[in-house]
């Protein structure tokens, strides 16, 4: 009877140990149908802008003719998939990445933009304040977080477009320890007045009237005809295959993680929401 209650007790651990584990993984949640100009992976969420086109890294050209200059700012809203493993901390950096080098300055290809945690009073979260990074997020609405970054001279997006090679990319890159995907729900590009340039959807599609001209007088007329076509380089570009997550040490990370909370899995599990 002891026999039985000790392996009872074991395989209650070993299987508590590898919930806990697999969700120590979670990073970013990967998008199942992306717009084919959106790089999706589980550290990573960043739409292309504009790209002359790369066959070799998977970016379709892209072109939404946009004054890539007038961008000041743009905002990124996420949301925890899992809210019941949501424990604020959630950090990273925002992607503010343009080029050829040719063409810009070399620290404007992906310069440090740091954010961590979140202050969410309702829920007694506050990974935040003592974290003294750069950008922060703000709580937007229920268990949904806004994280906006304004640009300078040091990671401002310069007009590549007549540039060869040229490209401008943003986003979010995600290196907490948050035990659930966070999610993103839309991106917003503004100018320096704080009008809407361009927004995308957390699919990477574009979701505002403002990117592109309708092609002929019946698309303007029809909203719907109108938003797909500025969803969509698809029409004018080949469609890239699906983006596998690049090699950001993330699995390795996992692993380390992973044996570590089976160590103390009592504990983090305590830490579960009801």
Known sequence: MK??????????????????????????????????????????????????????ENKPATDYGIDLTSIASFSITVTPAEPDWWDGTFGGSFITSCGPASATP???????????????????????????KPYTFEKTGDLTYTGTITLDDKNCLYDVTSIEGGYAQIGIQEWGSTMTDMTVLDLTCYDAAGNVIISFDGDGNVDSDLAAAPADDAAADD???????????ADTTTTAPSKGSPDTGVEGVAAVAGVAVVAAGAVVLSKKRK
Request: charged share 15%; no cysteine.
């Open 3 to 56: 026999i039985a209650k000790i392996l009872s007790a074991a395989v209650a651990a070993v299987a508590a140990s590898a919930a806990v584990a697999a969700t120590a993984s979670a990073t970013m949640t990967v998008v199942s149908n992306p717009n084919p100009g959106l790089t999706t992976a589980t550290g990573m969420w960043m739409v292309q802008l504009y790209n002359e086109g790369n066959e070799a």
């Open 106 to 132: 070399a620290d404007h290809n992906w310069p440090s933009n740091e954010f961590w945690g979140v202050n969410d009073p309702e829920l007694e979260i506050d990974t935040q304040t003592d974290a003294g």
């Open 223 to 233: 909203t719907t005809a109108a938003t797909a076509d500025a969803e969509a380089p």
